[in-house]
């Protein structure tokens, strides 16, 4: 048997080694407690700054404040648009034992769908069980008279209440103020490339249309904040400063309500219905627009049929903007700004001012019209007159008076269509006419370039002589044919059309300047007076003289007549023989008195027919305007609407 070989242990090897472990344990202590001390030194005192913010931001959080909206008003003081207190039912999740029940009464006791309860659901899935959660967006007095009876029973869940905007007016005025409508994420992302969405933090709606798109800014305001104090749950503990918002600058419009609602009343007509043979109201469809010329500002605006704006403001359902939209009437549509129409008869007045200045015509240019005319030395088709047999010996004034389209062929033949459309827009025809809605169309003042890009052809002759009476490819709008009247009005100034007059702010009313206007300097007095005479005769002697028969002051004025579609060579126009919407539409503009001017109505009725059966509606506007709104309504002199 081997026995095994006991080792003899070296007790100085290992004493050695023990204190060699022990000292590397040290030096790595040391090394650690060194790094630790390093580590808690900059957080506690060289990264101090950075930690301390970091840890603010967690436990401060800065809450927003939605400003008032500024009000609109009238140019009387009557207010058009306001804020009124809505109120929502909003729910503490937190502070219900049970909240299956708790909907179930709700929902039998206010009488909500299944679809609400289960929207609401999917609401407080995505809050926090401490925040309250919107149960009824807008509560109706009925639904806030029943709950108040049966709060108590109810903990958890409470009346909110926020300020909407609301348009009292309904309808009359939607095309001048527009609407306000939830904020959607198209609108976040330009606030945000405005560097404006930090004021909109806490805001429900944004101007959508009309004024309330144009003067945002004015009326929003800014919003306030709350610096309050928040545990790592996110629950508020205190407030510790509070900053209240600025609410929006009110403005006061160019607008009389009265007017605007006595506008409207003559775009309707009672007709029956077919459905329960009684009498309703029917909207017609066309514009008016009512200006005071020494300045431009608008007065009255009527584009009919129109919409109620509320019906956005909370937001409109799928069916109901579909209807909107399927409607063949165009409420959506703001025919003042926006429609265009060819302006007819109602610019020879402009052409005329033209063809003098351009020594085209003069005062005494006189031609026999037999009725027709034909481009010269050509074989080109016959343009003819409304009369067939033609008005014999014309000159300026009888061009003007009678509408005579024989008179106007030849001044377009030899003026050429560059230097019409030149004339014309200094007129502000071809361009946007400056109005402070962002509604505005330039229309149509057709050039060479244009019908080479729109049809890759060249200009001809032919296409220049219905410029000449405000037909063939010139469209224009309502407003650009009132604002062209103005200038006839005004002997050359061109003014801006504007529906702001002021803004107020602490009772401080500031006037909105918008005199940048123009002169035609170039045109001759005699020009304007030769023009403005043959306006007058239209209304004594001519197409508006039934209308204004009896006016108990000067005016001057101008019908036109619109085509909606073109006449073959040698095809008669018969309207009875066309469906309403193919029919002409009446255009009529005038202003008065003649030689100081305080009023200026321009007039489309669509499919309306000849023109002078939009000239009762501009007579009617003129009484209640320069005559005594008593007086307009004893008159017998008053015709009816034609």
Do not use: C
Not at 206 to 234: C, M, P, W
Not at 249 to 256: P, S, V
């Amino acid at each position: 048997m081997i026995k095994k070989r006991i080792e003899i242990r070296n007790h100085q090897e290992e004493s050695a080694l023990f204190w060699r472990r022990t000292v590397a344990a040290i030096v790595a202590l040391v090394l650690m407690t060194g790094g630790l001390v390093a580590n808690l030194y900059n957080l506690q005192v060289a990264d101090y700054q950075k930690y301390i913010v970091r840890a603010n931001n967690n436990r401060i959080k800065v809450v927003p404040i939605a400003p008032n909206r500024g009000l609109i008003y009238d140019r009387n003081g009557v207010l058009l648009a306001k804020n009124r207190p809505i109120y929502s039912l909003e729910i503490i999740p937190e502070k219900i034992t049970d909240i299956e029940p708790t909907l179930i009464k709700l929902q039998t006791m206010l009488g909500l769908s299944d679809n609400d309860i289960s929207e609401f659901k999917q609401s407080m899935l995505h809050t926090r069980r401490f925040k309250s959660v919107t149960f009824i967006e807008q509560l109706t007095e009925a639904q806030m008279a029943i709950f108040s009876v049966h709060k108590y029973q109810f903990p958890g869940v409470f009346v909110d209440a926020f300020l909407e905007r609301y348009y009292p007016y309904r309808e009359n005025l939607t095309h001048i103020l527009g609407y306000v409508a939830k904020i959607n994420d198209r609108d976040i992302k330009r606030l945000q490339q405005q560097h404006k969405y930090t004021h909109y933090k806490a805001t429900r709606t944004i101007g959508k249309l009309g004024i309330e798109r144009s003067y945002e800014d004015t009326l929003h305001g800014q919003s306030g904040f709350a610096t309050v104090e928040v545990n790592n749950q996110g629950r508020v503990i205190r407030t510790l400063n509070t900053v209240p918002p600025i609410p929006g600058k009110d403005i006061k419009l160019n607008i009389d309500i009265n007017l605007q609602l006595y506008a409207n009343k003559l775009l309707t007509e009672k007709k029956i219905d077919p459905a329960t043979g009684k009498a309703v109201l029917k909207h017609k469809r066309g514009a008016l627009v009512v200006l005071d010329p020494s300045d431009d500002s608008i007065l009255a605006m009527v584009s009919s049929p129109s919409y109620d704006p509320n019906l956005f403001v909370h937001g409109i359902s799928s069916a109901k903007y579909k209807a909107l939209l399927a409607d063949p009437d165009k409420p959506l549509f703001n025919r003042v700004t926006l429609g265009t129409y060819s302006p007819g008869s109602t610019a020879k007045p402009m052409i005329a001012v033209a063809a003098l200045t351009a020594g085209v015509i003069t005062p005494d240019t006189k031609r026999n019209d037999s009725g027709w005319w034909q481009i010269p030395n050509t074989k080109s088709r016959k343009w003819r007159d409304d009369i067939r047999w033609g008005f014999g010996e014309v000159d300026i004034y009888k061009a003007i008076e009678k509408s005579v389209n024989t008179y106007f062929y030849p001044i377009a033949y030899d003026m050429g269509i560059d230097r019409l459309s030149a004339w014309m827009n200094k007129f502000g025809y071809g361009v946007p006419s400056g109005i402070d809605i962002h509604e505005d169309s330039r229309a149509n003042m057709p050039t060479r370039e244009w019908k080479r890009a729109h049809y890759r052809q060249a200009w001809y002759q032919g296409d220049t002589i219905p410029i000449g009476i405000g037909q063939g490819y010139w469209t224009a709008t309502p407003l650009q044919i009132a604002k062209a009247t103005s200038v006839v009005a005004n002997k050359g100034l061109v003014h801006r059309p504007h529906i702001v007059k002021s803004i107020l702010e602490n009772d401080v009313e500031t006037d909105i300047n918008f005199n940048d206007f123009a002169n035609m300097s170039s045109v001759k007095q005699n020009s304007w007076n030769i023009v403005q005479e043959g306006m007058r005769r239209v209304l004594v002697t001519g197409t508006g003289r039934q209308a204004f028969s009896h006016v108990a002051y000067k005016a001057a004025g101008k019908s036109g007549t619109s085509q909606v579609f073109g006449l073959a060579h040698g095809e008669d126009y018969n309207a009875e023989e066309l469906t309403e919407r193919l029919r002409d539409h009446a255009l009529f503009t005038a202003f008065a008195p003649l030689n100081s001017p305080k009023v200026l109505v321009t007039a489309v009725l669509e499919n309306g027919g000849w023109g002078r059966r939009a000239a009762p509606m501009v007579r009617k506007i003129m009484d209640y305007v320069l005559v005594k709104p008593t007086l307009v309504q004893q008159s017998t002199l008053v015709h009816k609407l034609g």
